[in-house]
Structures are given as structure tokens and as C-alpha cells.
């Protein structure tokens, strides 16, 4: 299958990371894509929606059908959290792979869901075989995965730099704190006066302190990889940028430890990593990251309180969203990984 | 009344023109804030809405009611377009001094209402009466007015640069084009997709180009001020920064004029205006004008072409909508017309 | 001395801080300004700067001289650290009330000098005699001092709400982690390729992590105010707004605490305080408290870890630099502590 | 040619068109990257000063060499106007290929360089056999130039939308006016107080009126293509936005004309052209271009005034500079039109 195209659907096509997957998908050798379900925008050309695509994209959105989706060898779902769980069971037993951008298959635990998205799951039964679409750390998986859980934005940024610290054995598990900043385009494209330029620019809050839906993934993710249990305490922001997550990460030093030895943790799980950027010297920086699928990795230690500082940057749309995911579908199907993505 | 206090309420005070206005008056000698009405808002504490206002302003929102109005003497409306048509007879009936920021009362032709703002004038009676409020070329009229049409932001920085390059007979009636950029808070504050942070963040778009209801205002103020019939060409664009309208004004010569000889014009007209400041030299900048009442005048020739480039800022929110208002109660009731606004 | 002017020099007054300094002084009723020191800026008037001024301030910068400063009764100074101690020893000498802008005479301790600011302290004898200019802790001494060291922004944000929680013996003492996020206009008016537009729009970056000359401030002044040894972890951000610093801190609680408790603590100390706001509910956002002299402290307990989330919000410029500057100025010479400042 | 690759070389290569050209080149199938060069940041490697380039370029910036240079086909030439006349001579001699992004090159007319550039031009010879890189007027010459001059980022927004209103008679030659509105990316890279994100953030500002450099571009552009003399007014602004020109202009109709006529204009010349878009109903906006080759045009009747507004948006870097400039690049070397630029 190497060298033909596959087929794919994206289903919640007009959202922004929809818009993200699709501009990607146009650099992408091996992609074909079939149909664009919006119910919202149904009818409506895709350059009418997003102006910056006419003349790259002639096609229209369409509601969704099984039937039409089934016509596709994989089907993205960019819906709201709460509505892929509706879908992906019909999508599944059609024998389609599924990649999902939202949090409904992210968390194995079914009791998580009312928690933290305020909803029970329908489609529990089907958690257990949804993979984790990090592919630094489930690449394996993803390549045999029927339905991949593509990682939230924060816990994307948040988990690959605390991930081999603890396996290295480098840092406490516990009292890990971690303050995401992140760009206006998270929060998806809908009409919301708390977004609107006017109250979000020249301004910073934190919010859903403790209560974000990220945090059990975030501890979820972490322990996977590296087998020790962790409860972060985790602070998003809202910042008056368009695109870009910002992670500041502190932890406590098991013992005393150079840059060095930080630096060769990451060198030992990340050297060969297409997507992972880390450096002894250089401190992140959004604009580095932004419109690519890269995330950057820096530290410092602040040894007079025991402490590493580790920073990270993506860009929420990419690395975070449509980026990851279609990095996913290079592994399900057997593609260079770094297809459509350099 | 020089040294008393007068009441004061305000009709949709939750608004951002509201919110400006509450601010100015907070620091205003000679202002008792009587009612703030706000209907989408009644029942909430004004440091709920905007927890700007904690520990300045102890008070609640009520919903309008014409009975509460009356215990003030001057009602400040801050509604959108289309509303205050509905509440002006009865308070004028019952004998209210009246501000109202919309353009509800601004055109004296009834016949603009339906092609500009789309909707039939429920109370074109009154609009002879009406007196628009821009301080510069309307003080006497202001002073004894009952309804005062506060000017749109547009209008504002459009007209105070071009009234006196025609009185004094150094530019053509004919042919001015003007190009306006404004911060998105001119919007107003509601929920809105096209406003959100996402879609208007480093972009630029004209909008309304030929359409916008404040043309009819811009010609017929001009005319008033200068006994010329104008017909301008204006082009509003949304820029994304908050506060602040810049406008750039191409203006035909009649003869072969020196750069003096502009300044003199303005200096004839504004020298002693407390919110008029023009200079031969330095280029106007909006970060020189916001939060502040001021206008700032600045201008090139470009005797190539035979024309005249005049260039304009202000704050929306002040000079633009709420300073101007506080600075028509000043003259109306007597007060330094710079109290509250320095 | 209440009701009477007294006389004000700046000295470093075309800063970005001189120049918000200038702003509220022009709106105090005892503040008469008599010079105004500016060395790369003198000859300029101050309207040529600062075309913001224009009609509000008729005056020339004027290059430093003794004399000159000596015929006021109070000298701020709002020049770069390291600065401020070659003119401090003859202006205390010549009997003038100073408060100084920057770091120079704020630690107390002259060995931490070469560590944080990388160079000697060369009047390190007048360490012991200034106090550090934070009202709501040293309000008796700001009093009666002759010399008054500002605080710095980042320290203000913290400091104010981390105190009460020790004294209080809500949190520990130990691990306490701050990440503040400050706006550009705190880097100063210099030409800088880093601090171009291109390169902090749209992007965020951490720096100086761990070696950021406020770090020692911090823990000096949280140490003098409770009595506790503290070393806090501290990672400033720079972010792409103009003006105001947003502070989340991590605190680990000592035992089981409710919110009502750490509300609790906030009323006990700044209930009666004129520029400290706080609120069970309400999450701080700059927006609330920009071109103000406020702090806006929230907090949410994160009990499964055991932890207190604290956030708050100042504008760099009033209450991280001028406003607080000029609240001293009001405590030193009797006058209202607001005055100016609301 | 078609299949091979060619090896280039830039000269300035560590600006932002020098960074956005490496950009668009690492995507183009044909492009050999031998040298790049870079004074300034000789010695350093791409990634220290470009870290977005980390783990894509391997390469160090050298100090300009002609022989070095002579191991390319082709030299982009990335520098500040002024530059390049000193070193095209010795290139062209040697047979090299030449595109140059500044203005050396642009004017036919050496005595407009004094004026506009303030400098005499030293290879006043050369400027006959320059070709001007539009390639939508002027692809045939540009497929056999050895010396592009690429076009300014102004210029490009306003001659592609004005040629055809002018070339079709649908507007007069005379009394055209322009303003544009620039992002600050086009200012370039160096440290400038001026271009300071306090400085530039939140405000507007006109520059340069009547006297920019782009004036003679445009108007020699125009005349080349049309036949038509013009002298445009030209106001350009700087905005607080990173990257983006747009750009609204004012025309004369010669007669009644339909919007149907005018989108029959722009269908003649345009329909072919694969970086040209234009719509009789969508207005353009700075976003639907960023990060693409595309110029956008749109526009609207104002028949009252006898007027046709137009409105065109542009990225400043791509279609403005290092686009366009690789869209000469695959005209010169037979590579198709598009190639790295989709």
C-alpha cells in the first residue's frame, strides 16, 4: 500500500482542526480525500467556509451518512468531545479505521467520562480497544489500531517531556505541577462572547483549574509509558494568540543531577524521533514550533530547591490536533511517518 | 448646578460604550450615578459583569423601567441602533435631558433609516429636534439641547479633520475618500463567530464598503458644518486590536496650498478646542490617543497629485462614544466641558 | 502638609515607567512636577516623546543635575538598576525623599548584587536604611522613610498573595512554585532585536529561569513579612500583550483546608487594603485590572494533591511600578493613600 | 533542466525573506541549497538563529564569497536595498543567474534611486537589462532574465489588481489612491525601538506619505503594463500583526460599469494565473493568504461616487517576497509555475 493512495473522510470537516487536517492532507502524496461531513455547513463549499482554500479545494461539505462515510479506507472524526462516541461504533463494525480527534477514547477508565466531560459514555465497551495515538510511545500499537485515541493538545505537550524524566528515574512521581499556556484556536470555532477579540486580547486567565478534562489523560498517559502512578496538578491559561501551547513543567530532582544526565534522557527515547525537538541550551519558543508538527523540549535545573524545569512548546493544531493525527495514519498505514508533515 | 452633582442613569449600561462611560463618570466631580439599566444584565452586580469595577462601583443592573429613569436628569442611552427610538418620547414626554450613543437619532432625513440601518423610524418626529453632539461645530446648540445624537466613532474622526480644509476653501467637496481602520470593541459586546479571537487576530478585512450607516452621517455633518454638499467615499476595515480608529482622508486641492497654510486652518478653527490637537509634523498614532478624549490631527501634502493626505486617531470607546457623551453633559448642564475627561 | 502641593523631580522620566509615572501625577491634586530628568532624552520636550502628552504636559527633559533634583521634595527614580546607586548617597545627603524605581537598594543582603544584577553595590552602607516600598506590609515604615525602595512587578504579584497564606499557616513554607507571565512594556523602551514586534508576536518564551533577579526579592520579602525562611521556585515567561503580569503559584497545603479558609486569610489581611481585591469566585484576568493601581487575587484548592493554586493580576506599569510608586509618595507625605490612584 | 536539481545560493540569507525563502525552498523538489550567506551571522548555524529550522537545515551561515557564490546556478539576493548594486556586477559576469529581493533593480530611471532611496546608483548600467519578476505581466522575459528584480511587497498588492481595470478602460489613469496596510514582518530584522512590540502593538500609524520608496515602483509598473501613465497617492501603514499586506484602493470609473464587468476584468487576465484569486462577492482578508503564494482581490462599486473600491491581500514574506521570487525561479529554470509554493 506503500506508494498508493488511500481513501479518508473527515467527519466535523468545517472546525478548525477539520480546516488543519485538510491543509495538510494537500501536501500529503498518498492522500485522497473522499468526503467532508459538516452537519453545520452542510451544502456549503469549502472555499466559502474558509476563503484561504479556494482554488486548492473544490468540494462541498455534506451531512453525514454511514454510507457515504463507509466509501473511505479511514475516516477522521474532528467532532466535539461527547459526539464521535455515537458514530464510532456503526464506523468500527463497517470494518473502518478510525482516527478520533476528540477525548471520547482517550480514557480507559468509563467512570472518568461524567467526571470530566460531564457525560456517560455510550460506547464503553469499545475503550479497551481504542489505542492512544502518541506515537513516541505507542508507535506499535497504532500501526495495527483499528481506532486511535488521537492525544488531547495539553497532554501532548505536558507528557512527552515528563515521560522519560521518570523512566530515567531522574524525578519524583509525585507533586509534578504544570502550567499550560495556550492560543485562542483550542477552543474551537464557534461563536462565544468569552472568546470574542475584544475579551480575550491584551488579557491572560487561568481556567478549569483542577476540574480541565485533560488531567486524567495527562495521569492516564504518564503511567502507561512509565508504570508509576502520578496525579499532576495541572493550571491551563488562556493567552491572546491564535496558535500555540506553552507547558511549563515542575518537578522535584530524586537526586542530584546534572543538565547532562537530563539531556541524555531525552537523547536516549527522543534522538530518533522525527517530531521531537529537545536541547540542552535553547528554551522553547512558540513561534519555533508554530505551523509544524514538532514539539520542543528545554530545562533547566534549579538545584537549590531540588527542582528541573522543563519547557515545551506546539503548535496546538499540529502536533496537538490534525499534525498527530495524520502522523497517526502514516503508521496505520504503513507511510513514511513524517509524510505530509515536513 | 455648577458645583452640585447631577443624577445620572444610564439605558444598556452592560455594553462597552456603557462600561466606558461608567468609568469616566467615576471620576467625574459632578456626577451621582442614579440607575444603570441593562436588560440582558438585570439582576447582576456590575463587578459580576466587569470585575473591573470591584470596589468602585457597588451597584446592580436593573431592567428598564421609565418610572426609575425619571429620578435622574439626564438619561445616557447606550443601546444598540434601533432601540432608543423606542424610549426617547417618553422620556423627552417627561421632560429628561437625553444622550443617546446610537444613531437613532443622528439623520435628519428619515428616508436614510430604512436604506441605512434597515428599519422604518418609529419616532421621525423628533428628529428635528434631536441636536448632534459633536462639541467642536455644536457647542451652543448642545448647551440648550434636550436630545443630543452622541456622533458615531467613525464620523467623529472623519469629519473634525475635513470640515475645516473646506470652510476655509483648500480642498474640493468633491472626491474625498476615506479609509477607516477600527479596533474590534467598536463591534459592541455580544456573541459573534466573525469576532471571535480566532478569526479576526492578524488579519485585516473592509467590511460594509459602500453600505455603512455611518456615510449619511459623515455627509451630512460635513454639510452642516460647512454649507457644502458632500458625498464622501468611505471604507471601514476591522483591525485586530481593541481600541482605536485610524483614518486616512485623500482630499483633492482646489490650488497649489503650502503645509502652513493647512495648519493655519486648523489652527484657526481648533486652537482653543481642549480635545482637538493637530500638528504640522507629527503623524498621528493611535497608542497617543487611547483612554483619552482627544482627537489627533496630522497631515501631508502630496503635491504630485494635487492632493491632500489627512490622517486621524481616537479612542472608539471615548472620543468615539463615552468621553464625547460626558463632554455634551458637561456643556449641557453647565460643567467645565473637561470635567471627568482628563 | 495634606492639602498643600509638594514638589516632584523625576530622574530616568522618559521610561516606559517615567512616562505612566507622569500620567497619574497629572491627575493627583498635591503633586506639582518640577523636573523632569531624562539623559538620552534631554533637550526633547516631553510631547515629542511622548506625543500622548501633547496639551497635557508643556515641559522639557532636562539632563540630571544635583542641584536641580535638590529643589524638590521628593526625587523618584526610574532609571535601569545599577543606575540609581551613584545619585542616591548625594541626594540622601542633600535631605530629599527618594523613591527609587529599580532594584538597587531592594535586598538588603549586598553579596546578592554580583550574583543577581552582575554587579558591586557601590553604596551597599544604605542597604540597612531603605524599606521596601510594599504598603500593605511596611506601611508604617514607608511612613517615615527617607529612602524608599519600589518593589519590582514580579515580586509585587507574588508576594501579596503568598504572605497571608503562611502567616496563616495554610501552606508550607517549602516548594512553593511561581510561573508569571509579564508583558513586553516591563522589558523597558530600548531597541532590541528580541523585543521586535516580529519576534514576541504570537509566541511566548520563558527565560532567565532560575536566575532572575527578583528571585532573591521574593524571598526576602516573603521572609521579612512571616518570619519563614522561603526559597521559591520561580520561571518568568514573556508574552505578547503590552502591559500587566499574571502569577500562578503552587503551594502545598499543610492540612486539610477548605476555600472558605484561604478566603479567610485574604479578609484577615487586605479586607481594609485600598488596592488588593480578592474573591472566592472570581478568576483574575488582566483585563480587570489593567491601567489600575489593583492586584486581583483568586485561588482554587487542588485537593487530591494536596494543593493550593493561587493566581492574581496586576498591571506591571501601576501596581508593579508608578502606582505603587506614587501610594508610597501618598503614605511618605500624608496624603490620601489613594490619591491620583483611582 | 525540469527533472534535476539546481543549486542555489543566498545572499543575506539570516532576514526573515531570507528564512522564508529556506522554507518554501526545503519543500521545492528541484532546489539544491549550496550557500548560504549572511554577514552578520557568519560563523553561526541556521538553527541557533532560526531554531523553527532545527532538525531540517544542517548548515552555517558563511560570509559572502563570490567564488563561493559561482558553485550556484541561481543567487537569490535577500538584502537591504543599497547591497546588492555593489555585488550583481561581479555575479552577472560570472554568468550567474540573479534574483534580487530589494529595490536595486526595480526603477528603470537611475535618478529616482537619489531621490526615493536616497543613495546614487552604482550599477546604473545594469538597469536596462533587470527584469521586473510579476511574472503575470512579465513571464515571458523573466523565463530568459539573468537579473530579477523581485518585486517590492506593496507594489505587488496594488499593480496586479489595478493592470486589468486599467488595461480593460474601465477606470481612469488619473487620481488613483492607495492605502496599504503592512504587517511588521516587512520592516525587517534588526533592533529598532520603533518596531518594539510596546511600541507597535495596539496602535496604527501612516509612514512615509508621498515619499515611499514602492511610489515609482508602482507607478512604472502600471505604465509597463498598461501603456498608461499614472501617479498614484500612495499612504502606507504599519499594523500590529506579524505578516500580511492589505491593501484598498480607490478608482475613478471612466463610465457606468457593472460589478459583472469588472469580475469579467480580472477574468480576462487572471483565470490562467495560479497565485491569482478573485471573487465578485467575497472580500479579501489578510488571513485567507498567510502562509500562501496567493494574492487575493475583490472589490465593490460605490456608483454614487462614480467609484470603484478594490481590495487586495497579500503575504508581505511569500507572495510579497520569497514567493514570488521562487515562482521567478521555476519560470527561469523551466520548473512548473507552482512548484514549492502549494
Redesign the interface.
Known sequence: MLSQSIKISVVGASG?SGAELLKIL??HKHAHIEKLFANSSAGKRVDTV???F???VDATYEPYSLDAACTSDVVFIALPSGEAMNIVPELLARGKRIIDFGGDFRLRDASAYPKFYKREHTSANLLSQAVYGLPEWNREKIESAKLVANPGCYPTSATLPIIPLLKEGLTESK?I?I?S?SG??G?G?????D?????????????K??VHQHIPEINQTIGDATGQQV???F?P?L??????I?T?I?A?LKHTTTEEEVFAAYTKFYTKE?FV?F?PT???????????N?I?IGF???P??N?L?V?S?IDNLVKGAAGQAVQNMNLMFGFDETEGL?
Chains 1, 2, 3, 4 share one sequence.
Open positions: 478548525y494537500l501536501r474558509y476563503p484561504y479556494t482554488k486548492r507533586g505541577a502550567s499556556l485562542v484556536s477552543a470555532r464557534s461563536a462565544s462572547a472568546l470574542s477579540f475584544t475579551e480575550v486580547n491584551e488579557s491572560v486567565k487561568a481556567y483549574v483542577g496525579s499532576v496538578t493550571v491559561h493567552l491572546p494568540i491564535t496558535r500555540g506553552y511549563s515542575y522535584t522525527p525537538r536541547s535553547t528554551i522553547p519558543e512558540i513561534k519555533n514550533v508554530n505551523y509544524t514538532y520542543d533547566r535545573l534549579y537549590e530547591n527542582q524545569i519547557l512548546a515536513l
